[in-house]
């Protein structure tokens, strides 16, 4: 803007024709013509605003619209195309530039609870209690039972149903000469059974199928031609030929008459064609809600009440007024309402709803649960930690919205195909026309305006618009059934690309935390003589490593002794009297400080142990090594399996950790891993990634630390375990519920299924319009006399769409 000028303010093109580029001054886009908006301002009746909004890493952001002062939203609502990338509206409808039923996303946000009396259903209000009447408990109401797809679904049919009434008759009508036995001819004359065509016809265009011509006039208003072009210029061309040759037959050539001067109609190809549009509409609409019934089933784990423990007596609140740090008591077989912690009792819960784990999960005191979760057969209190959109199933559903609002690289392809498509649909069709009317056999008009109406019909490019969205909606919600979050459809297509992933050691490989590993007795006393001495001194002991020794010699059913003078000698280890006996347990220093010595062969047995990764400590019996304990960050039982299938698949397992050298190379000898390196701090990783990177290698990084963040950021696909740091979840764009590395495994077979299914979708849709068109054309028909009648192509076209998303649902199978 030039400093001299006014600014009024920053202006939009409503089409986004250059993205979101704003303008400082009133008037009209520079590449479609359409007026500019005020930023802020509503568009066309405030069905959707604008947005800036900053992408995030490799995917853009989705624009979320605040609801206008006094407005009511019904919601956020997406075109299942993504004709205008990740844009959101607020209100239900159609798409304005390709006309597709626009698509609720659906939200984790619980609303407001009402409760009324089983009996007495007049008796509403916004707390539980009892009915003033009958003095039953009051329940929560249901909400309202049907979903927006479903009312579109209704709707449709409704229509649908209407336009099969009347085009059933029209269609025998025009048809009787193969039906001789009607005799209609002899009721009354073709004129009149014409009118009466034109009468059942018509509500099918007008009424049944008018959104598919306001779809077709905005395509061409907006100068986005799509399927609904071709088929309000074939359907509409094809009724209004008909109606001229109702009022008007002299007009035509002599060629379109019989021997009794009617001109031949086409009300019945209009009515049928339209009516098979609608089939395939309705079986759309439906298909639609089952590709995000993977939400909807996560989305029926919340449960709509919570039980509150106050002053030490139960209550129970709606789930939106749960608050951080309310202690909650579930009882036997309930879904866990929030995050939270544990704080008395005991409970079995059922996470494979969240993690795709199928063995229900132990917990006590002080253990995380799930909000969604179902607990077993025993009641526990816990102290809710996340409520609302900060649980886990919250931000699992807006991941998956996510990742079902965004567009997949190979979409790409799709987008160019189908934006030249229609143009050279109608070249086809014009071509069509003219070929037929120079070179067709008598009556040549009528052959080159039935062919030219059935190339418009057939080529409907809805097909190969689906291909890829409607694979990326189910398949983005299959995943995070089985416990794999994606953020974006960039990270299912490049996980097929994957050839090399990157793991971090400590918590991703590993438990993360000490484990008793061995024990050894070097004298008089037993191998279990030493551990249950090493665990009586360490009882005491609050030290990380003195925990694991305690617990592995309870798992072992060790019993313990009684420890006097407890003394923690820091750096070093621990001492006490144990039956009068003066016993020590701790690292090489605390033996030197006792003047304690070993013999040589058994400091090489020390050493053999340390070159495997273990902590090794000593035990002292008055002041003489009697034996040595080890505990060591054990492999999870998991990790061996799936580093297996990874690389069966391909893909090569390195390993980055900033433990010492020994550690690590005995953790990768015993899996077998085609790398490793030691001894890295988050710098060395993130420069790794990139070495790799430089090599042509597609590279996955799974970590779950704040230290992993900068490699989880670079890398061409970061990988967070759900265990670990929000940081590690934010930087990355897969997110693995349950922290293993089985999770990668199946992120990278679903993400290949996936990317399977849409290459089907595509191959579908690019070989039904390469065949279907020059069919259509009549290409067979001079050597095989085969022609494709309009309505053929309409139930083709019909089917097209149909076949892709039924191919796109069977992802939803385990």
């Known amino acids: 803007m030039e400093s001299d000028?006014?600014?009024?303010?920053?202006?939009?093109?409503?089409?986004?024709?250059?993205?979101?580029?704003?303008?400082?001054?009133p008037g009209d886009c520079p590449v479609c013509n359409m007026h500019l908006v005020p930023v802020g301002e509503e568009k066309e009746g405030g069905h959707h605003k604008h947005s800036h909004t900053k992408?995030?890493?490799?995917?853009?952001?989705?624009?979320?619209?605040?609801?206008?002062r006094g407005k009511k939203s019904h919601g956020t609502y997406y075109c299942p195309m993504h004709c205008e990338g990740d844009k959101t509206y607020e209100q239900p409808g159609d798409c304005p530039v390709c006309g597709m039923h626009l698509v609720k996303e659906e939200s984790a946000s619980v609303a407001k609870t009402v409760y009324t009396c089983p009996m007495h259903p007049e008796i509403v209000q916004d707390h539980p209690g009892s009915c003033p009447k009958c003095g039953m408990d009051l329940v929560p109401q249901k909400g309202e039972e049907t979903s927006e797809e479903e009312k579109a679904y209704k709707k449709m049919a409704k229509k649908f149903r209407v336009a099969v009434i009347l085009s059933i008759p029209v269609f025998i009508i025009a048809m009787s000469d193969f039906f001789p036995f009607l005799k209609l001819e002899e009721i009354a004359s073709k004129k009149v059974w014409g009118w009466l065509e034109f009468v059942l016809a018509t509500p099918v265009v007008f009424y049944s199928s008018r959104e598919f011509f306001k779809r077709g006039w905005n395509s061409l208003r907006r100068w986005s031609p799509n399927m609904w072009t071709l088929i309000s210029i074939g359907v509409g061309a094809a009724y209004l030929f008909s109606v001229f040759a109702l009022l008007t037959p002299g007009i035509f050539p002599a060629q379109f008459k019989d021997a009794n001067g009617n001109v031949h109609l086409y009300f019945e190809a209009a009515a049928v064609i339209l009516t098979l549009v609608l089939l395939g509409q309705v079986l759309e609409l439906r298909a639609h809600s089952k590709t995000n019934s993977a939400i909807k089933a996560l989305l029926n784990l919340v449960p709509p009440v919570a039980r509150i423990i106050r002053n030490g007596q139960e209550e129970e609140i709606p789930l939106e007024e749960v608050q951080e740090g309310n202690i909650l008591r579930v009882r036997p077989g309930e879904k866990i309402p929030v995050d939270g912690i544990v704080t008395d009792g005991n409970a079995v819960v059922d996470e494979s709803m969240i993690t795709g784990e199928p063995i229900p999960v132990d917990k006590s005191q002080n253990d995380k649960v799930t909000g969604g979760t179902i607990n077993g057969n025993t009641s526990f209190e816990m102290k809710a930690e996340k409520v609302g959109e900060d649980t886990l199933l919250a931000q699992i559903i807006e991941m998956v919205n996510q990742a079902s609002r965004s567009r997949a690289p190979i979409q790409k392809l799709a987008d160019v195909v189908a934006k030249y498509f229609v143009q050279i649909v109608i070249g086809i069709a014009l071509l069509t026309f003219i070929i037929w009317a120079?070179?067709?056999?008598?009556?040549?008009y009528v052959y080159a305006f039935v062919n030219a109406v059935a190339v418009l019909i057939i080529a409907c490019p809805c097909a190969l618009g689906l291909a890829t969205p409607m694979s990326i909606m189910v398949g983005s919600g299959r995943m995070a059934q089985a416990g794999v979050l994606v953020k974006d459809a960039r990270a299912i297509e490049e996980m097929n690309?994957?050839?090399?992933?990157?793991?971090?050691?400590?918590?991703?490989i590993t438990e993360g935390k000490p484990a008793l590993k061995s024990y050894k007795s070097f004298g008089s006393l037993s191998d279990d003589d030493i551990l249950r001495l090493a665990a009586s001194v360490d009882a005491h002991s609050e030290h990380p490593v003195a925990e694991a020794i305690v617990k592995g010699a309870k798992e072992k059913g060790i019993q313990l002794q009684k420890t006097e003078n407890f003394e923690a000698v820091t750096g070093k280890g621990v001492k006490g009297k144990i039956d009068g006996k003066s016993v020590g347990l701790g690292?090489?220093?605390?033996?030197?400080?006792?003047g304690a010595t070993l013999m040589k062969e058994k400091q090489e047995m020390v050493k053999d142990w340390q070159l495997t990764g273990q902590t090794v400590m000593y035990l002292l019996v008055e002041n003489k090594i009697e034996g040595i304990v080890s505990v060591a960050d054990t492999i999870k039982k998991t990790s061996a399996k799936a580093i297996r299938e990874l690389q069966k698949m391909g893909v090569k397992v390195h390993m980055l950790t900033g433990d010492n050298k020994f550690t690590a190379r005995a953790v990768a000898e015993e899996l077998k891993l085609d790398g490793y390196q030691a001894d890295c701090l988050p710098d060395d990783k993130f420069k790794k990634v990139k070495t790799l990177q430089a090599q042509g290698e597609i590279v996955a990084m799974a970590g779950d630390g704040i230290n992993d963040a900068p490699a989880l950021e670079q890398a061409n696909i970061g990988i967070a375990m759900g265990t670990g740091t929000d940081i590690a979840m934010q930087s990355a764009e897969i997110t693995l519920v349950k922290g293993d590395l089985n999770g990668i495994v199946r992120a990278r077979e679903l993400s290949?299924?996936?990317?399977?299914?849409?290459?089907?979708?595509?191959?579908?849709?690019?070989?039904?319009?390469?065949?279907?068109?020059p069919v259509a054309a009549g290409i067979l028909f001079p050597f095989f006399g085969v022609l494709l009648s309009p309505m053929i192509a309409a139930a083709a076209m019909s089917f097209s769409s149909v076949s892709v998303i039924s191919n796109a649902l069977r992802l939803r199978k385990k």
């Open 5 to 25: 000028k006014k600014s009024h303010g920053a202006y939009y093109c409503p089409m986004h024709c250059e993205g979101d580029k704003t303008y400082d001054e």
């Open 55 to 68: 992408g995030s890493h490799h995917h853009e952001s989705g624009h979320h619209h605040n609801v206008e």
């Open 438 to 444: 120079a070179w067709g056999p008598e009556p040549a």
């Open 497 to 508: 690309k994957v050839s090399t992933l990157i793991i971090d050691k400590t918590g991703t």
């Open 587 to 594: 690292n090489n220093r605390l033996t030197d400080d006792l």
């Open 752 to 773: 290949h299924k996936v990317m399977k299914n849409i290459r089907q979708n595509l191959f579908f849709a690019f070989v039904y319009n390469s065949l279907g068109v």
